[in-house]
Antibody, heavy 124, light 107 residues
């Protein structure tokens, strides 16, 4: 069974960098699939923010692309999110998830496995 | 981007009753729609994809239907563990988008 688990600081100062890690078990992230970060701000719907492919390629939602970096740590079978220059608008519950198809494309798809999510608050 | 509108926001039902949840898309997504369940403290769980295909291990009391812009998730005979938040997601066009969710609560 594939399992994902997010970790990272729950509080970040405005203008600082938000860093989260998603540890994956039950599947090697370099074997296939793309691996995504999704967030849900308070009172709003879920928002896909970006993904990393099994080969380390990345694709991001345009509104965050200038501040966002997603990368792999293949030695630990995990992938990470770094979001710079955060503001209160980045306060959200952050999830990692696996794109549900191993078709080696970036075509939109559903997500078949998710982590429990972690809350992040941007506040001084 | 495609906007998904879920209704109702909250559904108050008793165990054993049927729940009918709606997800409406602002433009056609054909059948590229998924449903998820989220229980407090747990990872979201994929229930349905392709509008009507149940994911692995999902009980047959969960069923999805619809196409184009109107979709429904039906939960027959609610079990105690079914009281949760349900949200839809479209993957018919980029970027993927999600509905706001429907909370199914115990009446």
């Amino acid at each position: 069974q594939v399992q994902l688990q997010e970790s990272g600081p729950r509080m970040v100062q405005p203008s600082e960098t938000l860093s989260l890690t998603c540890a994956v078990s039950g599947y090697s992230i370099t074997s296939g699939y793309s691996w995504a970060w999704i967030r849900q701000p308070p009172g709003k719907g879920l928002e896909w923010i970006g993904s990393v492919t099994h080969r380390g390629g990345t694709y991001y939602t345009p509104s965050l692309s200038s501040r966002l970096t997603i990368s792999q740590d293949t030695s630990k079978n995990q992938f990470s999110l770094r979001l710079s220059s955060v503001t209160a608008a980045d306060t959200a519950f952050y999830y990692c998830a696996r794109r549900g198809s191993n078709d080696r494309t970036r075509r939109p798809y559903f997500f078949d496995f998710w982590g429990q999510g972690t809350p992040v608050t941007v506040s001084s | 981007e495609v906007v998904l509108t879920q209704s109702p926001g909250t559904l108050s039902l008793s165990p054993g009753e049927r729940a009918t949840l709606s997800c409406r898309a602002s433009q056609s997504v054909i059948i590229d729609l998924a449903w998820y369940q989220r229980r407090p403290g747990q990872a979201p769980r994929l229930l349905v994809y392709g509008a009507s295909s149940r994911a692995t291990g999902i009980p047959d009391r969960f069923s999805g239907s619809g196409s184009g812009t109107n979709f429904t998730l039906t939960i027959d005979r609610l079990e105690p563990e079914d009281f949760a938040v349900y949200f839809c997601q479209q993957y018919g066009s980029s970027p993927v988008t999600f509905g706001q969710g429907t909370k199914v609560e115990i009446k």
